[in-house]
Structures are given as C-alpha cells and as structure tokens.
C-alpha cells in the first residue's frame, strides 16, 4: 500500500513520519499526473502546491480549522489529504468538482473560482468566529500572486489591516503567475522580496562555511551579518508593503521545503493576529512538459500522453481562433483598435495580437472592474478598446459596464468567450447571464454569431459603433462550417424561409442549429415553419418585429437564462408593437448548473432540438400561445 493510500482524512497525514513526506510528495505528484491525464483539469497549480497543501493540513485541523483556497483550481491535493481519491470523472457528471464544492466535502467551505475573493470571505469567518467566542478554531486563506492583483483582495486587505487582533493567516502562494506571469507593482515587488530569499540563503551558506573555521569563525560571520543586514534594510527593508499594512510578515520561504512551511504556519497560528506566509513555488513542479510549458505551465490541459506529455486529441479549430485571427486584420487597418485582458492573454486568444501590436494590448491582471473603466477611459481618448473576457467574468463589472461605459456612451466592444453552457468548470463558469444583465442596460448593441464567419463580420460592426458599447458573445469549443443564411433583411439573416409561416423560430447564437432542427420536425407535422437569426438582439430589431406579426406563434431558443433574457426582450417589443403572438422562450432554467459536459447539461435542462420540439408540439396542436 502506497502512503497516499492509507490516507483518509488529515488525521493520517498527521501520522506519517517527517522522513517520509517526500516520498508522498513524489507519491501525489505522480498520482495527479496519472489522473488528470485521463480526464483533464487543472495540472499545473497542482503540481505546485503539494508540500505546502501537506504543511497545511499537518499544521490546521481541517474542518474545524477552515481553508479558503484563491482560486479554488488548486485544492486537487487538498481533495486528496481529505480521503477523496476517486478522480477518474474528475470534472464528469457525478465526479469530483474541479473546485472545492460544499457537497462533496466538509473540508470544502468556497467554490471560489472567480479569483481575488478568499481574503473578504476569510476575513468573515474569522470574525464570525471571535463574536461567537470559537477562539480555538483557525481561517487560513490561500491565495496566489495572481489573485492578488484583483481589487477585491485589497479591499479585503485594507480592512484586515484595520483589525490588528484578528486570527487570520494569510498565505501568498507566489508562483509568479496566473494563467501567465504576473504583471503590474505587486508582481514587481514579490519580485524584490524574493531577491531577500537569495540573501538569505547566502547567509545560511555563510554561516555554516564560517563557523567551521575555529576562532575566527563566529567573528567573521557576525560581522558578515552585520553589514549584511544593513545593506538589506537600506535597499530592501523588511517591512514591505504587507508590514506596512500592519499584517505580520513571514517570508519568502521555499513552498517546496514541507519543514519550512509548517515552520512558518505554526508560527503564523500562534501570532493571533493577521500575518501573511509568503511561500515561493513552482507552477508545474515535478513534470517537466508542465514547468517547461511558456504559455502557462499546464494551467487547464486536456486528456494527454502522461509518458510523452502530448495530447490524445489535437483541438480542432474553436471559436476563439476566429476572434483572434480577426484581431489581428483589425489591427492592421485601424491603428486606434487596442485590447485588454484581465489575466487571460492567450485563453481569450489575444496572444497573436499581442505579438504583432505589443503596445496596444493592455493586460491588467484579474482586475475586470479596472479594466472596464480603463477601457472607458480609452475610448474617451479617442481608441477603441476591445476587453476580450469570459462571458461569466463580466458579472464582476456590472457596474462598470452601466455606469462608465454606457452612461457616458463610450465606443467599447466587449468580447465574451465561453457564453452559455460550459459544462465541465460547473456553476460558476457557465456564461449564462451575460444576456440578461446587458439587456438591462441602455443603447448597448448585442451580437450572437451563430459560427466563425459571423463572428469576424460581427465583430468588425461592433467596432464601428462608437457612441455605445458593444457585444460579442461565443461559447466554448470547436466551431462548425457556416451556416449560409437563405437572406438578410435589415441586420437579420433569414436561415429557413416561409411565405405564411404558424411558427417563427429564432435560434440566437449557437443554438440556430437548434432552431433548424426544431423547423424540421415541425414541417414533418405539416405546419410552415421560418427560422431566422437576429444576429444583433439587442437592441430587438424591427425587422424580427415585422415577421412575426405575420406569424401565429414566435420560439426563442437562447443559451442564456429563460429570465430577462432575449425572449423576454422580444415579447416586450412585441407587446408594444401590438403584435398578438406570444412568445415561448426556451433557455438555461435560474438555477446553478453542476458539472457536466456541455450536451450532458444542455439535455438535462430540456435545450435541445427533441425537447424543445416535444414540448412545442402539444400547444401548436391545441393552437395555445404562450407568453
């Protein structure tokens, strides 16, 4: 039996001898190489956190102690140390989370996969446990350097500052990277703390070598240590910006060194006052193809070779190849066309762009409200910002969106990847809500292509607009041939066409396809059926308007929630245009969707052609509308 196997629960990691955690270390490496390869997931900050997760659990009594991991991609071990072992659906419908999840584990308390978050929800709990008077229970929040560019954590961190008595350890996992490395004046200067780790190690080398040579030695040193220390205070005092914060400070130590870090921990429990454990690791650690990797040291991978490092399966060509390549002609003609990203340079395909105009791409770490605003700023001086993000992540800049960019009608496009069902990441990164919050915000345009070649001529409208933001949204994954529209009218594409439709489909986006299938078992029962794609569905186009006056009954199919989305905006321009149609909207029920993959999730919430046809049928047969 290997020594992770006799694990199941932090009360046996607790157990096993000092001179034994490397060999687990090895044991859970090797373990995560093996499974991930199988199912894909989040490798790299895995491999990057196995000593320190280890030291944490033998330090802190999880549950009644609490971790809150920022962002929650990197808690694999964590699953491991608490006897979850099984991660051959990682990420499947009925397998383990890709996150921690409250229903898999007491050990989990945060979801937490929107970054930047785990110091606010720390700071909660561990106040909530002083008033209730549970002193003997610990909060410990990990996040990494990445996370901590996001505004949130300074908030959090301004206010931590302000209660110097509060149980709380912070632990900065520094890995000089997010999905890419860290950019901005923190990454600069972790950077410079971590030059006090080489200083320090000279030291230890020092000191050693010194006090072995008899008489002079213990002099020596001294005075070695004295002029050392002077220089060190003068260029890099040991305050920093933590101390000065009034959190305690303890740090850089060595992440991979188990002893270090529960050194470090146990210290920073006994404090009883907010201190931070500055831990230096490596992303990827322990497989080279991991470490190796430049782009993001195996951030998210796919199924691969767990002997060659390659994948099983080459990507075919995705949806956000198409934004990319686009991009770049863009920025070809227009010198005024600049990007930002939050973190994301190369997932939301910003890379090639990058590469070509270096000094018009912004990247502002996971800071989406900032970068919403900057843009705002942008495109007041006279650019035209593209903020390329996932579809979920625009939730964290609402406002921003409203009462920046919109209310002072600023000309910038956002470019939403992964809109709709995702699937596997589960609830938190299903882009299911981008339709409803933009609805709601005035003289915004919205386009959902419907395939890459859409999404090229949509993109090169949205960034005609300048006097009102503007949308793209795409989903996840490969995209299909294009689907050849039979006529425009206005902004909208006719795809199937009828002279005196009963039923008018409006497929949005990705789910036209859908649309076409529903017609076609319709027309089987003999009704004219016509599809259209409205292609900007914010504002409702009068065009979409017209036809369905003259139809009987109006379906909107839309990978957004059924609520306050494109359904809803429909039905309300259709009432004020007195057209007597009402409208079935089929979309994502209001609810958070577990993990799954994408037509997993799209079957079981009724989104698919047969579903929708099915529930249709009963109501056109008894000649009902439903509003």
């Known amino acids: 039996m290997t020594l992770l196997e006799t694990i199941s629960g932090p009360d046996d990691l607790k157990g096993i001898p000092v001179d034994k955690l490397d060999d687990l270390a090895a044991e859970i490496r090797q373990f995560l190489v093996d499974s991930v390869s199988k199912t894909g997931g989040h490798l790299g900050p895995n491999l990057g ?7 944490m659990h033998r330090v802190f009594d999880s549950p009644r102690d609490t971790f809150v991991f920022d962002t929650g991609h990197q808690s694999y071990v964590h699953k491991l140390l608490t006897g979850r072992h099984d991660f051959s659906k990682l990420k499947k419908s009925g397998g383990l989370s890709g996150y921690p999840s409250r229903e898999e584990s007491e050990h989990d308390v945060v979801e937490n996969s929107h970054a930047s978050t785990s110091l606010s929800w720390a700071e909660g709990i561990a106040k909530a446990r002083r008033l209730r008077g549970e002193v003997d229970r610990h909060t410990v929040a990990v996040i990494g350097d990445g996370a901590l560019t996001g505004g949130m954590a300074w908030e959090a961190l301004n206010n931590i500052s302000a209660d110097p008595d509060l149980p709380l350890v912070i632990v900065l996992n520094d890995n000089e990277r997010s999905y890419a490395p860290t950019i901005g004046g923190m990454a600069q200067h972790l950077a410079m703390m971590r030059t006090m780790h080489t200083y320090d190690q000279v030291l230890d080398w020092g000191k050693s070598r010194l006090q072995s040579t008899p008489k002079v030695g213990n002099k020596m040193y001294e005075a070695l240590h004295g002029v050392k220390r002077g220089l060190k205070d003068m260029v890099y005092p040991d305050t920093g910006v933590f101390e000065s914060l009034g959190i305690k400070y303890l740090g850089p130590i060595d992440g991979h060194d188990e002893q270090a870090v529960e050194t470090a921990l146990r210290r920073a429990r006994d404090y009883g006052r907010p201190t931070l454990v500055h831990v230096i690791t490596q992303k990827g650690r322990g497989y080279k193809p991991a470490y190796s990797d430049e782009a993001d040291q195996w951030h998210g991978i796919g199924k691969f070779n767990p002997e060659t490092g390659l994948p099983f399966e080459v990507s075919g060509r995705i949806w956000t190849d198409e934004f990319s390549d686009e991009m770049v002609a863009l920025g070809g003609e227009r010198d005024d066309v600049v990007a930002i990203t939050a973190a994301m340079l190369i997932p939301v395909g910003l890379d090639d762009f990058a590469k070509k105009y270096p000094e018009r791409v912004f990247d502002v770490g996971i800071a989406e409200q900032h970068a ?20 979920t992540f625009l939730n964290r800049a609402f406002d921003q969106l409203l009462m920046d960019a919109a209310l002072h009608k600023q000309g910038v496009t956002f470019v939403l990847d992964r809109a709709g069902v995702t699937g596997s990441d589960g609830a938190s990164h299903n882009g299911m809500w981008d339709m409803s919050i933009c609805s709601i915000v005035p003289g915004l345009h919205l386009a959902a292509p419907r395939d890459g070649a859409q999404v090229r001529e949509q993109l090169r409208d949205a ?7 503007s949308v793209i949204r795409f989903p996840k994954g490969d995209v299909g041939e294009p689907l050849v ?9 006719v795809m199937k066409d009828a002279d005196n439709p009963d039923v008018l489909v409006a497929g949005v986006g990705s789910m036209v396809g859908v649309a076409l299938d529903v017609a076609q078992t319709l027309e089987s029962d003999g009704l004219a059926v016509q599809v259209v794609d409205p292609r900007w569905v914010f504002p409702v186009a009068p065009e979409l308007v017209e036809l369905a006056a003259r139809a009987k009954h109006v379906v909107v199919v839309e990978d957004n929630l059924v609520e306050a989305g494109v359904g809803s905006a ?17 979309g994502i029920p209001k609810e958070f969707l577990l993990h799954a993959s994408r037509g997993e999730v799209l079957t079981e919430i009724g989104l698919t052609a047969d579903a929708i046809t099915a529930d249709l049928r009963p109501r056109l047969a008894n000649g009902k509308d439903v509003a």
Do not use: Q
């Open 372 to 391: 919403v605003t900057m843009a705002s700023g942008l495109s007041y001086g006279g650019l035209h910002p593209v903020v390329a993000v996932y579809a």
């Open 463 to 469: 960034v005609a607009i300048d006097d009102a933001p």
């Open 49 to 55: 956190v196995v000593e320190l997760t280890i030291a």
């Open 570 to 586: 429909c039905a309300r321009a259709f009432r004020e245009a007195g057209v007597a149609a009402g409208v079935d909207t089929y």
């Open 485 to 493: 529209a039979e006529r425009r009218i206005g902004r909208l594409d």
